[in-house]
């Protein structure tokens, strides 16, 4: 069983930056596909980024150059750096985790509660 809880959500104007992170509690974190989803308002859910328990990322195309995933075995945690944001960045930022997942469908075991990211223009 794994658990995630997001943090470091806020406001920021556009073209700021922001990093989100999520804390998983659980054993054999660093076994994990670990991914950022998000929900729009009105919008169904995206995929944003992943990076596999190889240390292996990908990215959506609307946040190429732009974000960056990482992730630290050692504290239980991925990060998403979010640089050059959008108004259309708004939206809220889900944690995901699978041991066998890596794609972009939302087929992941794991998911965390969300945290806020509006950006304004």
């Known amino acids: 069983q794994v658990q995630l809880v997001e943090s470091g959500g806020g406001l920021v104007q556009a073209g700021g930056s922001l990093r989100v992170s999520c804390a998983a509690s659980?054993?054999?974190?660093?076994?994990?596909?670990m991914a950022w989803f998000r929900q729009a308002p009105g919008k169904e859910r995206e995929f944003v980024a992943v990076?596999?328990?190889?240390?292996?990322?990908s990215y959506a195309d609307p946040v190429k150059g732009r974000f960056t995933i990482s992730r630290d075995n050692g504290k239980n945690s991925v990060y998403l750096q979010m640089n050059s944001l959008k108004p259309e960045d708004t939206a809220v930022y889900y944690c995901?985790?699978?041991?066998?997942?890596?794609?972009?469908?939302?087929?992941?075991?794991?998911w965390g509660q969300g945290t806020q990211v509006t950006v304004s223009s």
């Open positions: 995901a985790a699978d041991r066998w997942n890596t794609g972009a469908s939302g087929a992941y075991d794991y």
């Open positions: 990076i596999g328990w190889s240390g292996r990322r």
């Open positions: 659980g054993r054999s974190f660093s076994t994990y596909n």
